[in-house]
T-cell receptor, first 116, second 116 residues
Framework: DTGVSQDPRHKITKRGQNVTFRCDPISEHNRLYWYRQTLGQGPEFLTYFQNEAQLEKSRLLSDRFSAERPKGSFSTLEIQRTEQGDSAMYLC??????????????FGPGTRLTVL | AQTVTQSQPEMSVQEAETVTLSCTYDTSESNYYLFWYKQPPSRQMILVIRQEAYKQQNATENRFSVNFQKAAKSFSLKISDSQLGDTAMYFCAFDQTGAGSYQLTFGKGTKLSVIP
């Protein structure tokens, strides 16, 4: 399968704990996006990377959130000191600019986070 | 800021019938892309159809077609010959190409149920 993959698929944690999610984009897709989707809502943009550079961050990305893409391939999203309001589906997407489908984002299955 | 509005939280359609999902958006830009994504229950989001704003011709993809009215900022999705597998959340999304980041702005979604 050459699609976007995310790990883990589900994460249950207690309030105050740190969690880390991983996203592996489609090979050769140099843009990678993180979105958050709460129940009954559409996804909301969090941040994106062009290769290893984090080029934009949403106001939704508080100081407790940090994202990395150290080698321009996979990315991690860490949430420190989790709060119940962080409970959501975290989606990753990738795309490759400069092609006829540069604007089409391909999504992973998401990581569902539940904070107790 | 761009906004995307889906005014139908839920819809249902009989199998083999046709249904139209509505989407309106707000932007001051002239160059952008519009998408419909499908999110089946507990499954990942997949692209249904995309439309470039500079193209007057409405996009079609098999049983899926759009009615793109640029002046009215309207982008509806028509599903013909509805199938049980079309049951899903459908999200309309906007991509302001000129901003350079290609981040997507989503509507809140329409839950479509196809009834046998």
């Amino acid at each position: 399968d050459t699609g976007v993959s995310q790990d883990p698929r589900h994460k249950i944690t207690k309030r105050g704990q740190n969690v880390t999610f991983r996203c592996d984009p489609i090979s050769e897709h140099n843009r990678l996006y993180w979105y958050r989707q709460t129940l009954g809502q559409g996804p909301e943009f969090l941040t994106y990377f062009q290769n290893e550079a984090q080029l934009e961050k949403s106001r939704l990305l508080s100081d407790r959130f940090s994202a990395e893409r150290p080698k321009g391939s996979f990315s991690t999203l860490e949430i420190q000191r989790t709060e119940q309001g962080d409970s959501a589906m975290y989606l990753c997407a990738s795309t490759v600019p400069g092609t006829s489908e540069a604007d089409t984002q391909y999504f992973g299955p998401g990581t569902r986070l539940t904070v107790l | 800021a761009q906004t995307v509005t889906q005014s139908q939280p839920e819809m249902s359609v009989q199998e083999a019938e046709t249904v139209t999902l509505s989407c309106t958006y707000d932007t001051s830009e002239s160059n952008y892309y519009l998408f419909w994504y499908k999110q089946p229950p507990s499954r990942q989001m997949i692209l249904v159809i995309r439309q470039e704003a500079y193209k007057q011709q409405n996009a079609t993809e098999n049983r899926f077609s759009v009615n793109f009215q640029k002046a009215a900022k309207s982008f509806s999705l028509k599903i013909s010959d509805s199938q049980l597998g079309d049951t899903a959340m459908y999200f309309c999304a906007f991509d302001q190409t000129g901003a350079g980041s290609y981040q997507l702005t989503f509507g809140k979604g329409t839950k479509l149920s196809v009834i046998p």
